[in-house]
């Protein structure tokens, strides 16, 4: 369950670099999209998770990173469906009953 967890972490956070919500206008960025709520939710699932690793924070952990994903997905000119789906499958693919 651990690596699964850390794979999962690892894929959200990889993600999280990865994606791009800007595009560039003369060279300034200007957000397309704010994610911002979706990421500190997502952060503070986190720190809630290793707080306290039980089977609530888990459920909660893996729904704001399904949330946090899809909202960066949903910027207007994202086009990388396939790491996307790969990256929500992984957090989908979390047992958190493990932790009952």
């Known amino acids: 369950m651990k690596k699964i967890l850390y794979k999962s972490f690892l894929i959200a956070g990889i993600s999280l670099f990865t994606f791009s919500c800007f595009e560039t206008d003369d060279g ?3 957000p397309v999209c704010n994610v911002d709520n979706y990421i500190d939710a997502y952060l ?3 720190e809630s998770f290793n707080a306290n690793p039980n089977y609530s924070n888990c459920l909660t952990l893996k729904n704001r990173a399904i949330e946090m994903l899809n909202a960066i ?3 207007d ?3 990388d469906t396939a790491y996307w789906e ?3 499958a992984a957090w989908d693919n979390v047992n958190c009953s493990d932790l009952l």
Do not use: I, K, P, Q
Request: hydrophobic share 35%; net charge negative.
């Open 28 to 30: 300034d960025l200007t």
């Open 44 to 46: 503070s699932a986190v």
């Open 73 to 75: 997905h949903n910027c």
């Open 77 to 79: 000119y994202y086009e």
């Open 86 to 88: 790969e990256a929500v």
